[in-house]
Nanobody, 122 residues
Framework: VQLQASGGGLVQTGDSLRLSCAAS??????MGWFRQAPGKERELVAT????????YYVDSVKGRFTISRDNAKNTVYLQMNSLKPEDTAVYYC??????????????????WGQGTLVTVSS
């Protein structure tokens, strides 16, 4: 499985961005978006089940971020609205590469994209 994340950039507080993660290979599994800010541990931002019917968000992004997927295009999206400076991080997409329904731990994810940088200025 290969994952290619894109869509990051430099924005101002309150702006929006949409991240995309294009997958190739065996891709019909749950997908997740993680982020890692400088000096901090990588954290799960959101995850979506294989069908797209179930999602999970970390509390800090609930109501602002939306994860979605288009299985026909093998692509997962993270729509980020009302961005804040604390959202600044490198964002990674990942997949467990197996039938885990809605994995919440980084160790459950086997395949990772290269990361895309999101910078939110105040």
């Amino acid at each position: 499985v290969q994952l290619q994340a894109s869509g990051g950039g430099l924005v101002q507080t309150g702006d929006s961005l949409r991240l995309s993660c294009a997958a190739s290979g065996r891709t019909f599994y749950a997908m997740g978006w993680f982020r890692q800010a400088p000096g901090k541990e990588r954290e799960l931002v959101a995850t979506i089940s294989r069908s797209g019917g179930s999602t999970y968000y970390v509390d800090s992004v609930k109501g602002r971020f939306t994860i979605s997927r288009d299985n026909a295009k093998n692509t997962v999206y993270l729509q980020m609205n009302s961005l804040k400076p604390e959202d600044t991080a490198v964002y990674y997409c990942a997949t467990p590469g197996g039938p885990t329904y809605l994995p919440l731990l980084a160790k459950e994810y086997r395949y990772w994209g290269q990361g895309t940088l999101v910078t939110v200025s105040s």
